[in-house]
């Protein structure tokens, strides 16, 4: 079954995969970012200077890209406009960059994998906890 991509628009030959291979391969990707917080450095094999001096209680944390255009606003409509088959897409875009590190050994197999909790309040609003969907 066919669909579109959620950022071009173009015919997608899988449905499922939301993001199409030309957008995927296009995003901003994070480069030279700390291993441990995900903010930007210098040197990317060390991690940067607040977290040597004070270190994280995790070992790796991956952003996938700044938070902008075209990602930003999917994350947008997945919250706020509450299209919650954009975890899914989300889901798969995370997991495709995490397999990409995991074979050129930047990072191993997590010990566990938890969502970010969310104010009860919000999620009252919200009707669901988009990290957790995820
Ligand atoms: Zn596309
Ligand atoms: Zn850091």
Request: proline letters at 7%; one cysteine or more.
């Amino acid at each position: 079954m066919a669909g579109y991509c959620w950022l071009c628009h173009q015919t997608l030959k899988y449905h499922f995969h939301g993001i199409c291979h030309y957008c995927l391969k296009h995003l901003p990707y994070l480069k030279r970012v700390c291993h441990r917080c995900a903010l930007p450095v210098e040197q990317f094999t060390l991690a940067c200077g607040r977290c040597l001096q004070t270190p994280p209680y995790w070992h790796n944390l991956l952003a996938i890209t700044p938070y902008i255009p075209p990602l930003s606003k999917l994350i947008q409509q997945y919250k706020y406009e509450k299209i919650t088959q954009i975890a899914f897409i989300l889901a798969r875009l995370f997991l495709l960059y995490w397999q990409q590190g995991y074979r050129q050994q930047r990072w191993r197999k997590p010990d566990i994998i938890i969502a970010i909790p969310l104010h009860h309040g919000k999620h009252w609003q919200r009707g669901f906890n988009q990290a957790s969907l995820i």
